[in-house]
């Protein structure tokens, strides 16, 4: 089994494509294993794209994810699991280019690039499995997950004991 994660961007909440996208990724028969909103900030935008920190759109991309360039910081982040899902959710995610992507693809068919040169690509997907689990971990608990897909252990909290990431 392998998975990945799926962050539909502010740019796709806003233009109402959630079902659009949900109906393409239908395709791929994987399953959804959780699926929240979420509203971003600084830290979380920040840990989830520490792999581009040094590169020169990083900031675009923090405020892309903050929905600066929207008006809403929400996001809605989805794990698909199954055979290949990482190429499989790739695939139907197009080209991070909106303008490379192919047509029927979910960037190639509703993203595009503004005029001030911001990728507007309504979605994000795992590069590869390992990234994948090191997502999943930073946008979800393990209790928010339907299935234990990665291990875990308990630790004792204010209001008892949970489940935490091991």
């Known amino acids: 089994m392998e998975y990945a994660l799926v962050l539909i961007k502010p ?3 806003i233009k109402n494509l959630i079902g659009p996208i949900f109906t393409k990724f239908s395709q791929t ?3 959804i294993f959780a699926c929240r909103m979420v509203a971003t900030n600084f830290e979380l935008a920040r ?5 581009i920190k040094d590169q020169p759109f990083y900031q675009q991309v923090i405020d892309y994810l903050l929905g600066k360039y929207h008006g809403q910081n929400k996001v809605l982040v989805i794990i698909y699991g199954g055979s290949n ?3 499989k959710c790739r695939v139907v995610a197009g080209a991070t280019n909106p303008e490379e992507a192919d047509p029927n693809s979910i960037r190639g068919a509703f993203g595009r690039i503004t005029q001030q040169g911001v990728y507007e690509n309504i979605i994000h997907v795992s590069s590869d499995a390992k990234e994948a689990k090191r997502e999943i971990k930073l946008w ?7 299935e234990r897909i990665f291990p875990v252990k308990t630790v ?9 990431w091991k």
Not at 47 to 51: E, V
């Open 11 to 13: 740019d796709g909440i």
């Open 29 to 31: 028969n994987l399953k």
């Open 47 to 51: 840990k989830h794209y520490q792999h």
């Open 85 to 87: 899902a990482v190429r």
């Open 140 to 146: 979800f608990f393990p209790d928010q997950i339907e």
């Open 156 to 164: 004792k909290s204010q209001n008892g004991f949970k489940a935490v």
